[in-house]
């Protein structure tokens, strides 16, 4: 086996030493034990893997770190190395010899090492990934991990790390240090770290603010800061941050009103207690602007006391009348939003509510009110979310009758009056198709904005590609051919048939949906412009979802049609492999979706990136033309693109029959 290089024997039951004869494979370049029971040391014959590059030992019962790290220093061409749960209560060495010059992902997790980051590993200056989470390390986190300019992705969660953040770090594109004994703040300059993903330095001793200038951060998607001693006000310039799924500032020393819309919909009220907060999630109302610590405006009001009083003696009769006529008709509709209004202002006499406007003549669903959807949702309670994004939540309505519809509650303000969010609604409506999610109408309460969709079954092809166990193998070739030919001629009728022509703006595979036969649906069209009405620029916070964003894009492009074209060719590749956009957990070479096609269509490897479920000989020639056609739709000048009325029949030429 002397040309063999790859070797994957993990999660198997092998015991004893680790084999000694591997080196004499001398091609070997990717190795993985992990998830075994071996024992004992790493063989010094290791020293000879001259091409190894990758090799991955996690989950099984090495010992000695220092003579593993003195052995595999010689292998000059390893660039990633992964020991997670191996040398338990060893001490991380910080013998000066020590040099990994290539190295780009070290992994020495859930070790419970003890010492300090060594000196030796500032050397280390190509390294991409980080992670020493899980340990029992101290002493205070270097500085000189800002200088590596490749790294983004630093894990030191969960050790004993004191000291302040050092504010080098505040170039890095990723950190968690999480779970430590760090002191002092939060520095504003991590603001500027717009293509950071995840920040957490939860259980810490944080003190100070929460810098309003974290709202820079365009691209989080993690930011949880709780269980500290932070004090101030949640900033309001974080509702900006359009792709945060995940939030917490609990048991900090925050006083004020929640913010409101954008993402904040979306948290549990988790993420905030213990603290002294005041407005949504089950913490107390807010105390009205005109309260006691408001002296002058009060001072003002009681000059007009007795005119009032005046006033009020002459008119008093008149109403009294008009009140009790107010009262006894709004009686009903008051029942009817009563819940809704206990959990939001309860200065009544602002409100303005509307019941639900059908719309296309909606005849199945003409008996349906506002009432319903609050109570058919119980107040919107989080239970029954089953999606959310940029634009807002969805939550599952079962009507008394057991009939369901899809609720979605806008984030925020849509910027615009009533009178135009309704026209924009109402020419949504208008695009009909059979397979897009035909909007059946809204709903408009206050600052809540919610519109009504019909309710899919099977959820979404994000659920059943990337979360549904036994999702994939469910989905064979003929399913996800037909699902991605319904998507493209939904998406073919937006761009070139509907009037006015309809940029979608965010396809993914969760805006796929798909009902009780499979038959794929597209859904949340138009709703970027419901957001932003009168704008095609491209705004990250609001446009697109990361993996999907096509290149042109980060060059402050304006939205176009041929980039609803690269989506779809990223939701096809999704179809053909069964992988996530972005994976940071496979290797390295392989976490870029776009950019592993790719390099294995160059390597003639085509059918090696297909998913094992739908790949056989009999579909051989049908997989590969999809595949062209994908990577057509992921030409990176946009001209070159197809158009999707091309694309439609590119795909419905696909016949799996034949």
Not at 267 to 276: A, D, I, L, Q
Not at 425 to 431: D, G, I, M, P
Not at 460 to 482: A, F, M, N, T, V
Not at 599 to 604: D, G, P, R, V
Request: glycine share 6%; with cysteine; proline share 5%.
């Amino acid at each position: 086996m002397t040309n063999l290089s790859s070797l994957d024997l993990a999660t198997n039951s092998f015991s004893g030493n680790v084999p000694s004869y591997l080196p004499a494979c001398k091609n070997l370049k990717n190795i993985n034990l992990a998830k075994n029971k071996f024992t004992g040391k790493i063989p010094e014959s290791f020293k000879n893997f001259q091409g190894l590059s990758y090799l991955s030992l996690s989950n099984c019962s090495i010992t000695n770190l220092s003579s593993t790290l003195r052995i595999l220093q010689q292998c000059k061409s390893l660039t990633a190395l992964v020991l997670t749960l191996n040398f338990q209560g060893e001490a991380l060495p910080a013998d000066p010899t020590l040099h990994f010059e290539n190295l780009k992902v070290l992994v020495i997790a859930n070790c419970r090492l003890t010492g300090s980051i060594p000196q030796w590993l500032s050397n280390s200056s190509k390294l991409q990934l980080v992670d020493l989470s899980w340990n029992n390390l101290s002493g205070t986190i270097p500085s000189w991990f800002g200088g590596f300019v490749n790294l983004f992705y630093l894990d030191l969660s969960n050790n004993s790390f004191t000291g302040e953040i050092p504010r080098s770090l505040t170039e890095l594109p990723s950190l968690i240090s999480s779970d430590n004994f760090l002191t002092g703040p939060i520095w504003p300059e991590f603001g500027n770290l717009t293509k950071l993903h995840i920040f957490e330095l939860k259980s810490n001793f944080l003190s100070g603010t929460i810098p309003s200038e974290l709202s820079g951060m365009t691209s989080l998607e993690t930011l949880d800061l709780s269980h500290n001693n932070l004090s101030g006000v949640i900033p309001w310039s974080l509702v900006n941050l359009s792709f945060l799924s995940k939030f917490g500032v609990a048991y900090n020393q925050l006083r004020g009103k929640i913010p409101t819309g954008g993402q904040f919909m979306t948290f549990p009220s988790s993420s905030f207690e213990g603290n002294h907060l005041c407005g949504d999630h089950g913490t107390p109302p807010c105390p009205k602007p005109d309260g006691p610590l408001d002296s002058p405006r009060k001072s003002r009001r009681n000059k007009y006391v007795m005119f009032g009083m005046a006033v009020g003696i002459v008119f008093g009769a008149a109403s009294l009348v008009l009140i009790i006529m107010i009262v006894l008709r709004a009686h009903s509709r008051v029942l009817i939003l009563k819940r809704w209004m206990l959990t939001r202002d309860k200065e009544a006499e602002e409100l303005d509510p509307r019941l639900m406007v059908l719309l296309q003549s909606k005849e199945n669903y003409k008996d349906v009110s506002l009432e319903d959807l609050l109570i058919s949702t119980n107040n919107f309670d989080q239970a029954n979310i089953i999606g959310c994004g940029g634009f807002g939540i969805v939550y599952r309505a079962t009507l008394p009758d057991g009939r369901k519809l899809a609720i979605k509650r806008l984030s925020g303000d849509s910027g615009q009056m009533d009178r135009e969010f309704r026209a924009e609604v109402e020419a949504l409506s208008r695009a009909q198709h059979p397979n897009l999610v035909h909007l059946q109408g809204y709903c408009m309460f206050k600052n809540d904005k919610l519109l009504v969709y019909p309710y899919m079954e099977n959820s979404s092809l994000d659920y059943w590609l990337h979360e549904k166990i036994d999702g994939p193998s469910s989905l064979d070739w003929d399913s996800r051919l037909r699902i991605a030919q319904g998507a493209a001629r939904g998406l073919a009728y937006l761009h070139q048939a509907c009037e006015p022509h309809i940029l979608h703006r965010d396809i993914k595979s969760s805006n796929i949906l798909l009902d009780k036969n499979f038959k794929a649906y597209l859904a949340d069209f138009g709703l970027a412009r419901l957001m932003l009405p009168y704008d095609t620029h491209v705004t990250t916070d609001l446009v697109g979802t990361l993996g999907y964003i096509p290149p042109e894009y980060g060059q402050a492009a304006v939205a176009t049609y041929k980039g609803d074209v690269y989506s779809f060719g990223v939701v096809l590749l999704e179809l053909l492999t069964g992988r996530r956009p972005m994976d940071m957990c496979k290797p390295k070479g392989s976490q870029d979706l776009i950019s592993w096609v790719i390099q294995m269509k160059k390597e003639n490897r085509e059918s090696e990136v297909f998913d094992p479920f739908i790949y056989d000989k009999q579909n051989d020639k049908e997989l590969l033309r999809a595949l062209e056609i994908a990577c057509l739709c992921l030409i990176e000048h946009p001209k070159l693109r197809p158009s999707t009325e091309q694309l439609v029949s590119w795909l419905d030429s696909i016949d799996t029959n034949t």
